[in-house]
């Protein structure tokens, strides 16, 4: 009786501190990472290699929708450090989104704690070392994020689950690399294509009969890959964190920086079969294999490789069309995606960006609406937080693609909390671009030829079913469209995940803002903040 009178107090009480607290319910999940040099030989050559405890690639993160992921990261390299955390959308804090224009780097012998929450993600992601050229020697890794077991999952419950990780490599080290950039030129061409980081030894078993999910990420610096397993269809359930409809694929591509999902039945009779990555519209092309196993059988693969597209764009974009996003399935939350119906909310903002190359003062450069970005000692979200002057302009690259010479500064556009924005990214060049947007997922929805304008949405844009993601590829001398819910406040990072135009300034920063400062639209500086630049 006493218990049943106290009851809806106590309730009350809950309900009144979770305001504070909605954190505490979730779970923790606690990592020390200790960041060394050690010499590595993926492509049998011995080279320094960056490890995260001791491990090349990184330990993969396994956690649930809602965790809350707290990391050490120890940096034990001559060098600043930092890492990002790719499709992880750090709602209300861009403090925790380890880039140089949010986040001060991690000095050598320091270390500093990352806190994060997977908040309403599932999904296959990725993360990577985002200063310099780091990540082209080690330092990235797999985050999977499941669903809460309350959720329904469109899909039947895998026997097992296989990350994979596809990476280009060079053989220099990092400083080469970064001193090659640093001094106006290109990187050389990739030398190898590994995945989780071996050419050709990574395999992986299975169970005549069983259904395995294999989680693929593209996490290469420069070049779009093609996927396939020898023998066996694909079935792509999740694309960085959207369910799909469930369409089967003898192969799929993912351009840098992205995350796909497969169901693979082992149907086929039982012996080993080769997982092909190769390269996408390079030449040459590289190459990496890895085995898919049955239990018990001692049939080795058998050549030849399954072939794949090489340079063939029309393909590409042709499936990229393919890729639906399941309305009626779950989100993250027991709703299903398709009930927040972007086609019908109103575009309050239209935004071209446009990448090019440039030559400045005889070094090569890359741009976006002719800024090419660079980084400011002092973090970007530093400055604005404590009102530093001199170190970036608002708006200091256009809304549309303007006429004139590429200019260096920090590049920073700023947008309204709650904006509804189409952001078209232009390109103009011969070569594929990958374009990756930090804080947010986005729609999608449309790719074309040649140059955009306003009167293609109707004919080539998807309203209903586009999927959700973080990255996107446009296609040489093409367009691709994405509309974006810009509801996470902060300063968030629109780069090249082609990893040396985003170094050399293919990037900048969306400043999504309004003036009421509220911990219910964003979380205050961390704590443990580290100061740099005019902010020390
Ligand atoms: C979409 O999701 C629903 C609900 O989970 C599921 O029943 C259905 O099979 C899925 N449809 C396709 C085509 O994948
Ligand atoms: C828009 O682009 C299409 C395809 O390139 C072209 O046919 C059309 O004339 C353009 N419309 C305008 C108004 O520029």
Redesign the pocket.
């Known amino acids: 009786m006493k218990q049943a009178y106290f009851l809806p107090f106590y309730i009350g009480i809950l309900a009144w501190a979770c305001v504070f607290c909605v954190k505490a319910e979730d779970p923790y999940r606690n990592f020390n990472w200790v960041i060394t040099y050690g010499q590595i030989s993926p492509l049998g050559v011995l080279q320094r290699g960056i490890l995260i405890n001791g491990m090349f690639p990184g330990p993969t993160i396994e956690c649930e929708t809602n965790d809350n992921i707290i990391i050490n990261v120890v940096n034990k390299l001559d060098e600043p450090f930092l890492i990002t955390w790719n499709g992880i959308k750090q709602r209300k804090t861009s403090w925790q989104d380890g880039v140089l224009g949010t986040t001060c780097p991690i000095p050598p012998n320091s270390q500093w704690t990352y806190h994060m929450q997977v908040k309403d993600q599932i999904g296959t992601f990725s993360y990577f070392a985002s200063l310099g050229i780091h990540r082209a020697v080690g330092a990235f890794g797999g985050f999977n994020i499941q669903a809460r077991p309350v959720i329904f999952v469109p899909y039947l419950k895998p026997a097992a689950e296989f990350t994979l990780l596809v990476s280009d490599w060079w053989t220099s080290d990092h400083k080469a690399l970064r001193q090659r950039l640093d001094s106006g030129k290109a990187l050389p061409k990739p030398q190898g294509l590994l995945i989780n980081g071996s050419p050709r030894a990574t395999s992986f078993t299975g169970q005549t009969g069983q259904r395995y999910l294999f989680r693929v990420s593209n996490v290469a610096l420069t070049t779009s890959i093609n996927f396939r397993i020898q023998g066996h269809t694909m079935t792509l359930v999740e694309i960085e964190g959207a369910h799909t409809l469930h369409e089967s694929y003898k192969s799929f591509d993912l351009h840098v920086g992205q995350s796909a999902s497969f169901l693979v039945t082992l149907n086929a009779p039982a012996k080993d079969y080769y997982i092909v990555a190769s390269t996408r519209f390079t030449k040459p092309v590289l190459t990496a294999t890895g085995i898919l196993h049955y239990a018990g059988s001692t049939a080795k693969a058998s050549l030849p490789l399954p072939i794949g597209p090489t340079y063939q764009v029309h393909w590409s974009l042709k499936q990229a069309r393919t890729i639906r996003w399941n309305l009626t399935a779950n989100a993250a939350r027991p709703n299903p995606q398709g009930s927040f119906h972007y086609g019908t909310i109103p575009i309050t903002r239209t935004v071209v960006f446009a990448n090019s190359k440039a030559n400045i003062d005889g070094k090569l450069r890359y741009a976006v609406n002719k800024v090419s970005n660079v980084n400011p000692a002092t973090p970007l979200k530093l400055a604005d937080y404590f009102n530093i002057p001199g170190v970036f302009k608002l708006n200091s690259i256009k809304p549309m693609p303007p006429v004139g010479p590429v200019i260096l500064t920090p590049s920073v556009i700023g947008f309204t909390l709650h904006d509804f924005v189409e952001i078209v990214f232009q390109n103009n060049e011969n070569s594929i671009q990958s374009w990756h947007l930090d804080g947010y997922d986005f729609w999608s929805v449309g790719f074309g030829?040649?140059?955009w304008?306003s009167?293609?949405r109707k004919k080539y844009y998807n309203m209903n079913d586009a999927t959700s993601r973080h990255t996107v590829q446009v296609y040489p001398k093409s367009w691709s469209s994405i509309l974006v819910s810009l509801d996470n406040k902060g300063m968030w990072n629109l780069r090249s995940a082609n990893w040396p135009r985003q170094y050399l300034g293919q990037q900048l920063y969306a400043r999504v803002w309004n003036n009421e400062k509220s911990l219910f639209t964003e979380y205050d500086i961390p704590q443990n903040a580290l100061r740099c630049g005019k902010a020390k």
Do not use: H, K, V
């Open positions: 030829d040649g140059q304008n009167t293609l």
